[in-house]
């Protein structure tokens, strides 16, 4: 298992994150640190991490960007923790950060700012990116990492948490008085918490799955404008819309789909069988893929997978980007930065030809739009500076800064409240209204360990079934198999077993009991 099986180019680690932009035209400069007294004023330095400084030049023109925030200053950490009280415990003191290799250089630079607001020195620990996951837990195994601190691919928690290779959070969020509240719960509890054990991440990436249309394609069929609760409400109707779409000829496909081996597969196959009701697990932690639900969400995966676009079994994500930003499909179902990505001209053909919907329902299923993927922030156990590491953290994750990032449309996704629910980031994002009055209903595989190799294996049986070589209730009962064996190497169904099914449950599904956010 590498990092590279991720594909970390979704998510180009710092250059494309928080940090990066904060270095570009801002006047941030890498100047050596000495006493608290030769710090900046902390004010001045949070004046620049503003709209006007970091958002790109060109996205503040097009969408005449007052400069205003995109966020609640009231709740945005970085403008509220007592800098000065951090230069007194900290200034001085040195934080180790394991970042991919390709990326040293451009996240040294975005970390400026948080070593002139903290006076910690930040030291990079560059790791190759097709080796992240491996070369992290050889050095957790070895005792003595080289780092206090990493940002990694969320489904990894489990291997990571479990093990005991990283510090706990809780009593230095509650010192800091971090926001946790301000996270969605989805994110909160799976980017964050590892079971009932504590918290040990810091939401980073909080990604979500969406389904994206072309209007002027799919209008056709539909015969009027899109109405995102409606003009879609289920999947049969998707169905149907993509056979339609396979008549009006042209050189457009009516679907794109993530269809390549490994995880890819798994995460088309659990967004649509989240919407018939499938859980994953039952209430003793046994496996049950291949469950009523998972079987009508794998028939209707089948179905539209008859209507993807040309080399569907080999679509990851970068595949799929491609091909919705390219104008090579009329229909879509990835993550909401297909959306976003898509109103900007250096990024997309489509531009005001699209519009992203709600999930489309299954009959007797629930709204349970999947939220899949993401990254999450955490320290070490061995950190030299743990509470160092988790400010510099905090930092990077703040909601100021994932705000921009949104702007920027980069990829990296915010998942607070405050900044979904900003009248003006949703001017600058298409899908965040609809985006942030899904999450409350959201679903989620829990965070176990050994949990993303088994959605590899389970995505290599669905990719079988994509190209025709099983069946899909193969590919499920395949799969079934395959966990069990997999959670027995993990210490599940033995006296190891780390925490009982209802530790997690709650992180599953948000939505039960709640009104749907649309008439």
């Excluded at 400084?53 to 945005?76: C, F, H, I």
Aim: charged share 20%; hydrophobic share 40%.
């Amino acid at each position: 298992m590498t990092h590279r099986k991720y594909d970390i180019s979704r998510r180009r680690f710092l250059s494309a994150s928080a940090a990066a932009g904060l270095a570009a035209g801002t006047g941030f400069r890498a100047t050596p640190l000495f006493a608290q007294s030769d710090l900046p004023d902390p004010q001045s330095v949070l004046d620049r991490i503003s709209v006007r400084e970091y958002v790109r030049k060109d996205y503040q023109d097009l969408y005449n960007m007052s400069g205003e925030p995109l966020w609640d200053p009231a709740t945005d950490w970085i403008r509220n923790v007592d800098w000065e009280k951090v230069r007194q415990e900290q200034a001085g003191k040195t934080v180790r950060f394991a970042v991919g290799a390709a990326d040293q250089e451009s996240a040294a630079e975005g970390l400026v700012p948080f070593e002139q607001l903290s006076g910690i020195k930040v030291e990079l620990v560059p790791i190759p990116d097709d080796s992240f996951y491996d070369k992290a837990i050889a050095e957790f195994i070895s005792g003595s990492a080289s780092f206090d601190a990493l940002q990694f691919f969320s489904p990894w928690l489990g291997d990571f948490a479990a093990p005991g290779f990283l510090a706990k959070l809780d009593d230095y969020a509650e010192k800091w008085n971090l926001p946790l509240g301000d996270f969605y719960d989805t994110y909160r509890l799976n980017y964050g918490y590892f079971g009932d054990k504590g918290l040990y991440g810091l939401p980073f990436d909080c990604d979500i799955q969406m389904v994206h249309l072309r209007k002027s394609l799919v209008e056709q069929v539909t015969g009027g404008p899109i109405d995102v609760a409606n003009t879609v409400p289920t999947y049969d109707e998707l169905i149907r819309i993509t056979d339609e779409l396979s008549k009006l000829g042209g050189n457009v496909a009516p679907i794109g789909l993530l269809g390549a081996r490994g995880f890819w597969s798994t995460y088309s196959w659990e967004h649509i069988a989240a919407q018939c009701g499938m859980e994953l697990f039952d209430e003793n932690f046994e496996p049950i893929l291949n469950s009523e639900a998972g079987q009508k969400g794998m028939d209707i995966l089948l179905a539209l997978s008859k209507n993807a676009i040309e080399g569907v079994s080999g679509a990851g994500w970068g595949e799929n980007r491609a091909a919705w930003l390219g104008g090579q499909v009329a229909t879509n179902i990835s993550w909401q930065d297909s959306g976003t990505q898509a109103m900007r001209p250096d990024q997309s053909q489509i531009v005001g030809d699209f519009v992203t919907i709600y999930e489309p329902r299954v009959e007797g299923g629930r709204f349970a739009p999947p939220n899949i993927a993401g990254s999450t922030s955490c320290v070490a156990a061995t950190s030299q500076n743990p509470e160092g590491a988790f400010l510099m953290l905090a930092f990077l994750t703040t909601s100021s800064i994932m705000a921009m990032n949104e702007a920027n449309a980069n990829g990296v996704a915010p998942g607070y409240r405050s900044v979904l629910n900003n009248p003006r980031l949703r001017e600058v994002s298409q899908p965040a209204e609809v985006w942030s009055n899904s999450l409350d209903h959201a679903w989620c595989a829990p965070r176990i360990p050994g949990m993303f190799e088994m959605e590899q294996v389970l995505g290599n049986e669905i990719n079988k079934a994509i190209v025709g070589q099983i069946s899909g209730q193969e590919a499920l009962e395949n799969g079934n198999a395959a966990w069990r064996k997999i959670m027995e190497k993990n210490g599940f169904f033995s006296n190891r077993q780390i925490f009982d099914y209802a530790a997690v449950k709650d992180g599953v599904y948000m939505g039960a009991g709640k009104p749907l956010p649309f008439g």
